[in-house]
């Protein structure tokens, strides 16, 4: 099936909301999914006259099509047991065109959702041919006029008499739902509704990963599924293996899942276990929470054996299933069907809350960020002309107003005052969007619909969403309105505005800043290659320059005794000094140490590499890992550096290939930029960039283990992993392939805590506002991650699709909020690294040599914490004593100047191609205290406090922090 389906496939959407109580247990509607209203007399559908958006449109029966305006919601009035019935193409509301609301023949048209209107609301009654909807301001009944059959009669409230033609159901070929609800306790067979066969696991397989096929019915505990309520929908659970009915979730591109193999799995509790029942065609759809894709029998395929997949909701009879008890089995129940109470479109502040019905809370600033491009909806400069998607950049241009107006929304420009609105009032699949006057008509009003972590924006006038055409990403990319379809092009974050925070002005380096690292004397040590804007390679020389943030002054020099460092692996040992390993000079090992403010060179590795992962031990010892960029593909077995020795051994048990990315990814790229934190006891482990993590262990030849998955995250170059407090480590962003590809948007929560060896947690947070690879990213002393510059979509030496805008992670919260934008593009070969006063250093891009993309300046960023409610900078305690060194386990003694209300430890960092192994974050709790001064019990594991140089920060009440004191973990 082509990508764009939803060019060719109207796809209905669930909206969530809090279930109401049926009238009876054999109440066919089901509350909070659209669904056809059939009348019981004549098999026809409730619509809307000439489907039109207008208010006043009046109600009439015809041939039932499936289109949109034949879709009707029930929604929870906020009265109990009370519903509205709104229309899925206008959003509104079913309403009688009398005065007198009480009245006997009413005419029932449309009208804007008043919740407070009684004649709005509508109970549910059971009756012989199916529901009754009975107006709550009358007590009278929705009906087809006169019985009648005929396509085109209209329809009245009428006294209820329980005849067929107050009977209504959501099925236009049954005028029943088959079999029993879904949803609800018990257990039963899911008969598909093409075949009569019954999805089971075959063969009495129990094993995680057996597919779920279609099969004759037996009645066997292989074929019966149990349903157990969760995340807002239901899991299905095989009674022969215990195990889930589970599916994968959607790739980077929002489209490689298409058509992919359900199949039984260890219920998790997780989106991809998770499914919402959707009435259709006399029986249920089957919708995977985290995919948005529906159960289907591939092929539609009659044959027993034939495999099941999920694929876009098309309303086809392989995709709709029923289930009827069956003996022995139990009811399946009756209850209402699934649906939340609500979402909150992400958290922390990047996604717009609504109440599950599309009502925005209040008038807020944002920006609006397409999830597919990561680009934002750009002002055009003139009424009624295009509105298009351009690179985020915190313009004028790019802020945006919503309004609410009842259950819907303005979205008005910042810059000419206009509102969006589909051109010309169109109502059309690719009517584009354009500016026009902020008015009463509806065709400048929009529903916001939470959609996992993202939302729709629905045209209220023609319940189309809006989108970029599909699968496209460009620049200056014009909008428009399409059927909703459930794709990525459709989601939109709209994030608020900026937290409090600051840059300073750029200052000239000198050179493209491909490496960084903190200096135990507080100046950065910035690098590049044998020219200070390209890496020819030619001579084994670096250009280098220390930059003192105190004085704000460089101190350039050229490197000519320690290789070329252009490309390799970075790390700060024990003693203080600066190890680089590989890069251009293939085995070179060269030391910086800021004491003597010397370079020198070491044994050499044994093996060529570049692009490796270099980390310091709690021995004291340096493993490095991978770099075929360097020195011949494959085979970077491990090495091991000696402190004692001064040399390197070779980890003949542990190849790189075997942690590696996959298949497919550039031959000289697939082991590059490994993700590695050390532990005690020679045991590390690998968090990626691989989407299967390993336990990796140096003594001896070494030894590899596996760890389990990263969640639903796939392979993932140069995004970025940070320890931001022990045993806990946030992963972001990155992208499939090193050099081509969308970048992701996605964020996880490793959780390493069990220990060695133990299966670690994987929780997704977030997710980011803004997709990125080539991202830096820094943990602050209050545990919070700054994430800065990148790109949407990989590409090297091209600042394209540069992001601009920063965000920040709370662990508090699991959001991001956005930061105020960077000067310049950090994209490829930039850096980034934490100062001793707090602030945040960035630097780099490009390498390129004679193009226009090399980024030979840094800027500083000061942080919300380091400012207060005005914008100023905030008083800051100051730490008048602390230690110079401390050993593991031992006790230490801090004094401020006053109260302190929290401390953390910062282990200084190194940081080139997106990587920064060094990076990790202790928080301290005093045991006692005595007035201002503190005393702490430090961690007697070496393997969370590796040895080398700290930064102790203490923080006041407010979060705000001091200037951090330097100590030396021994």
Not at 135 to 146: D, I, N, P, Q, Y
Not at 531 to 554: C, S, V
Not at 936 to 948: H, I, N, Y
Request: net charge neutral.
């Amino acid at each position: 099936m082509h990508a764009r389906i939803a060019e060719f496939i109207a796809i209905s959407v669930l909206i969530a909301c809090p279930a109401v109580a049926p009238a009876s247990a054999q109440t066919a509607l089901p509350v909070g999914t659209p669904v056809p209203l059939v009348a019981g007399n004549s098999k026809l559908c409730l619509t809307l006259k000439g489907d039109a958006g207008a208010n006043l449109t009046p109600l009439i029966q015809e041939t039932c099509t499936g289109r949109t305006a034949q879709s009707w919601t029930l929604r929870d009035s906020g009265y109990a047991g009370q519903v509205l019935v709104a229309n899925a193409a206008t959003g509104k509301c079913l309403d009688n065109d009398k005065a007198d609301k009480t009245a006997d023949g009413a005419g029932i048209i449309q009208w804007d959702c008043v919740p407070q209107a009684p004649q709005q609301r509508w109970t549910l009654s059971n009756n012989a041919a199916g529901t009754a909807l009975v107006s709550v301001a009358s007590g009278r009944c929705l009906s087809v006029e006169g019985g009648a059959t005929s396509a085109g009669a209209g329809i009245s409230q009428r006294t209820c008499t329980g005849a067929a033609s107050q009977s209504w159901s959501p099925s236009a070929a049954t005028g029943t739902a088959a079999g029993t609800a879904l949803p609800g306790p018990g257990g039963g067979p899911l008969k598909a509704a093409h075949s009569g066969l019954c999805l089971a696991v075959a063969n009495g397989n129990t094993a995680d990963g057996a597919a779920v096929t279609q099969q004759a019915c037996t009645g066997g505990a292989e074929q019966i599924w149990d349903t157990k309520v969760q995340r807002g929908g239901y899991a299905y659970v095989n009674r022969m293996s215990g195990k889930c009915l589970n599916v994968s979730g959607l790739q980077p591109d929002g489209m490689t899942a298409v058509g992919t193999q359900v199949f039984q799995w260890t219920c998790a509790g997780a989106a991809n276990d998770t499914w919402t029942p959707q009435a259709l065609n006399g029986g249920y759809r089957l919708v995977a929470q985290v995919s948005n894709m529906c159960l289907n029998v591939n092929a539609a395929s009659t044959a027993a054996g034939a495999g099941t997949i999920q694929w876009p909701c098309v309303g086809a009879a392989n995709e709709t299933f029923s289930s009827q008890a069956a003996a022995g089995t139990g009811s399946t129940g009756t209850g209402t069907s699934a649906g939340g109470t609500g979402g909150t479109g992400g958290t922390g502040g990047t996604s717009t809350a609504t109440d599950g019905t599309g009502t925005a809370a209040s008038a807020r600033s944002v920006i609006v960020v397409n999830r597919f491009s990561a680009r934002c909806v750009d002002a055009a400069t003139a009424p009624n002309a295009q509105v298009k998607q351009l690179d985020c950049s915190e313009a004028t241009s790019q802020n945006w107003s919503v309004v609410p107006v009842g259950d819907l929304v303005q979205i008005r420009s910042a810059t000419t005052g206009l509102c969006l609105a589909p051109g010309d009032a169109g109502q059309g699949n690719g009517v584009p969007v354009v500016q026009g006057a902020c008015n009463t008509q509806a065709t400048g009003f929009w529903r916001l619909r939470a959609l996992q972590n993202w939302t729709e924006i629905v045209a209220a006038q023609s319940g189309r969403c809006l989108e970029l055409p599909g699968n496209m990403r460009d620049n200056g990319l014009g909008l428009r309105i399409w059927d909703c379809g459930l794709y990525d092009w459709q989601r939109w974050t709209l994030s608020d505005p900026p937290a409090p925070a600051s840059w300073t002005p750029l200052k000239q380096a000198g050179l493209v800043a491909g490496g960084a690292a903190l200096l135990a004397n507080g100046k950065v040590m910035l690098w590049s290659s044998d020219q200070p804007i390209a890496y020819p390679g030619a001579q084994p020389t670096t250009y280098t320059t220390i930059y003192d943030p105190a004085a704000d002054t460089f101190a350039p020099r050229y490197v000519t005794n320690a290789g070329n460092m252009f490309c390799p692996g970075a790390n700060i040992l024990p003693d203080g000094r600066l190890m680089i390993a590989g890069g251009l000079s293939g085995t070179e090992t060269s030391f910086y140490d800021p004491a003597t403010d010397t370079w020198s060179s070491g044994s050499p590795l044994n093996i060529s590499r570049g692009y490796n992962s270099t980390t310091t031990l709690p021995t004291g010892e340096a493993l490095t890992l991978g770099g075929s960029w360097w020195g011949g593909i494959g085979n970077k077995f491990g090495e091991v550096w000696s402190p004692a020795t001064g040399r390197w051994r070779v980890l003949s048990a542990m190849n790189g290939n075997a942690v590696s990315g996959p298949v497919g990814v550039q031959n000289n790229r697939f082991d590059n930029h490994f993700w590695l934190f050390p532990m005690g006891n020679g045991n590390v482990f690998h968090a990626g960039p691989s989407a299967a993590m390993y336990w990796l262990n140096v003594q001896g030849n070494g030894s590899i283990a596996p760890a389990g998955a990263r969640g639903q995250d796939p392979f993932a170059i140069n995004g970025n992993v940070v320890m931001y407090d022990v045993g806990k480590i946030l992963k972001l962003g990155g992208a499939p392939d090193y050099d081509t590809g969308p970048a992701l948007d996605s964020a996880y929560v490793i959780d390493i805590t069990a220990g060695f060896g133990k299966p670690p947690t994987v929780t997704p947070t977030g997710p980011l506002a803004l997709a990125r690879t080539f991202v830096n990213s820094v943990v602050l002393p209050s545990g919070e991650v700054v994430s800065i510059g990148g790109q949407s979509f990989a590409a090297i030496f091209n600042d394209a699709a540069a992001v601009y805008i920063p965000e920040i992670w709370s662990p508090k919260t699991g959001g991001f909020r956005r930061l105020p934008r960077i000067a310049v593009p950090r994209t490829y070969h930039s850096t980034a690294v934490l100062l001793l006063d707090g602030r945040v250093l960035s630097a780099g891009g490009g390498m390129c040599g004679a193009c226009a993309v090399n980024h030979t300046d840094l800027q500083i960023l000061t942080p919300p914490y380091l400012l207060d409610a005005n914008g100023n900078p905030a008083s800051r305690p100051t730490i008048t004593a602390a230690p110079a060194t401390a050993a593991v386990g031992s006790t230490i003694t801090v004094s401020t100047d006053r109260p302190a209300a929290s401390f953390a430890l910062m282990r200084m960092s190194s940081n080139t191609h997106s990587l920064d192994a060094d990076q990790r974050r202790v928080p301290l709790t005093p045991a006692s205290s005595s007035g201002t001064s503190y005393q702490f019990q430090l961690s007697s594991d070496a393997g969370v406090l590796l040895p080398g140089p700290w930064m102790i920060f203490a923080m006041d009440a407010n979060g705000v922090p001091s200037v951090a004191k330097v100590v030396r973990i021994q």
